[in-house]
């Protein structure tokens, strides 16, 4: 049986059908306002993933009303927005970081070490300088710069991917202290980074065999320390990466911008709590805010 026949596309009547079906009430959102927020504001494929947060008995949920689920929706867009925050000031953090390195080396013009990226990791290379190319904003960039781009040019428009890519040569070819440790977190980092760029659901398949990570890294285990974050729940996909993620932020960043981002990240906090009668019964839920609002803490602190 084809995927088109297990699971055919079902009309919005349908779908709430199939939710009640599943135990989900429509008592806080009726009916009718499910459809329209259905049509208007979120999708049924995202709103449903969210539903397995919550327990179920004999195949049907326990006290999950539709407005539940859309809740979750707003809390998750408001913590991918702050994600979002988070993965841009680590972005830039690291290009300070490796022109820096760059620019006090006195083996390195600024020029050759591009052109070995480029011999090294051709897609990579071909991938920045499209889309220097593609970026109306930085075409004149492209025209001046395409035969034989600076590194303070290449950099200025790679995308983290490819941004890491470099760095991680650059280390092989340049071993230190420093660089050891951000390479060893940026691809966990990238894992949050994609995930909030492309709109990625973030509160599913929480504590689960899912996103079952067998081996967290040492840095990771020791700022979970740090956080008072308990190493049991390191093997937590999310979880890993996300203190990866907050550690190269705290590495790399100003205290001022870490005061910032800590302060959204209260926000986000608050907007778990505003309807925090809805999720006594989610204890993924509970636990992930808890841990979040450790790593938050830890920004500011000493």
Do not use: C
């Not at 979970?224 to 990866?244: E, G, Q, T, V």
């Amino acid at each position: 049986m084809s995927k088109k026949d297990e699971k055919p596309k079902e009309s919005y009547l349908e779908l709430i059908a199939s939710m009640k079906n599943r135990g989900i009430k429509f008592n806080i959102t009726s009916e009718d306002a499910a459809e329209s927020f259905m049509e208007s504001n979120n999708y049924y494929f995202k709103l449903a993933s969210y539903r397995k947060n919550f327990p179920k008995t004999n195949g049907k949920y326990i006290n999950l009303d539709f407005a539940y689920l859309q809740d979750m929706a707003a809390i998750d867009a408001s913590l991918r927005r702050f994600l979002s925050d988070i993965t841009l000031a680590v972005e830039h953090g690291l290009k300070v970081k490796i022109l820096d390195l760059i620019t006090k080396n006195d083996a390195e013009d600024g020029y050759s070490i591009v052109q070995e990226f480029r011999t090294n990791k051709p897609k990579s290379y071909g991938r920045v300088l499209s889309y220097l190319n593609a970026n109306r904003y930085s075409h004149d960039l492209y025209l001046k710069h395409h035969n034989e781009p600076a590194i303070w040019v290449f950099l200025e428009v790679a995308p983290f991917g490819d941004l890491s890519q470099f760095i991680e040569f650059y280390f092989n070819k340049y071993p230190n202290r420093a660089l050891k440790r951000i390479v060893a977190n940026m691809k966990f980092a990238k894992n949050i980074r994609n995930a909030a760029a492309h709109s990625n659901p973030i509160l599913v398949n929480l504590f689960t065999p899912k996103e079952f990570l067998p081996h967290p890294t040492q840095t990771v285990i020791s700022e979970a320390n740090l956080m008072n974050i308990d190493a049991s729940l390191l093997n937590d996909m999310k979880i890993h990466d996300l203190i990866a993620l907050f550690y190269l932020n705290k590495l790399l960043t100003s205290n001022s911008a870490r005061k910032h981002l800590y302060d959204h990240g209260m926000q986000v906090i608050e907007r778990f709590n505003r309807h925090s009668e809805y999720y006594q019964t989610a204890a993924a839920i509970n636990q992930f805010k808890e841990i979040l609002g450790n790593i938050i803490d830890y920004q500011i602190s000493t």
